[in-house]
């Protein structure tokens, strides 16, 4: 089945996101407002800096499309500034997000831009544990997860990659690294 995805392209650097996705055969269109989403089967929100996208969502339309495209079940998967864009609870400072995965998350959680890091962690899913690689910076953490949110990757004991429905979250940037797995598990959970 061919999917067409879609990734934010308001802010950060959603063009890699794109560069994993063609390696993956996928169909991918950049988002910049509201009507871009009609016909769009799953959507990627990027890194960035969070209050930075609120501000831009809101001026674009694009925070109540999004809300609305997730209140259908379409698929949703937000790395960094994204995961805290779809958490329920965000600390260190609270902000609005869209409430659509049942996670709290604390901005700057692994630290300031001095801390980056990239490092190994471990996927599971059905087929077993795998190594996968992350990049991190100033990357938020997971806090909590609450009920029906499955843990999928965990790296440094931590948490890192969760599901909830139709809804992914990564605390790193899948997009910086050449590791598929992030990217192509949310294209076979689209399709």
């Known amino acids: 089945m061919a999917v067409e995805l879609g990734v934010l392209g308001l802010q950060g650097d959603y ?4 560069a994993m996705l063609d390696r993956l055969g996928a169909t991918w269109h950049v ?3 509201p009507s871009q989403l009609d016909g769009i089967d799953g959507l990627v929100m990027p890194g960035g800096e969070s209050t930075t996208l609120i501000k ?4 674009s339309g694009l925070w109540k499309a999004i809300a ?3 209140a259908l079940g379409k698929p949703v998967f937000g790395t960094c500034a ?5 958490a329920k609870d965000v600390i260190n400072p609270a902000q609005r997000s869209l409430g659509l995965i049942d996670i709290g ?3 700057n959680g692994y630290g300031r831009q001095i801390d980056s890091a ?4 471990i996927f599971r899913d059905a087929e077993g544990n795998r190594p996968m690689d992350m990049v991190f910076i100033r990357a938020p953490r997971i806090t909590r997860l609450g009920d029906g949110v499955e843990a999928l990757a965990e790296c ?4 890192v990659m969760a599901r909830q429905d139709r809804v992914v979250v990564a605390s790193f940037h899948p997009e910086l690294t050449d590791d598929l797995t992030a990217h192509r598990y949310f294209v076979e959970m689209v399709a």
């Open 105 to 107: 998350v604390e901005r």
């Open 68 to 70: 609305d495209y997730a």
């Open 82 to 86: 994204g995961m805290i864009l779809v």
């Open 31 to 33: 988002i910049k407002k």
């Open 118 to 121: 990239e490092v190994g962690g």
């Open 15 to 18: 063009a890699a996101h794109g």
């Open 156 to 159: 440094r004991g931590d948490v």
């Open 56 to 59: 831009l969502m809101d001026s």
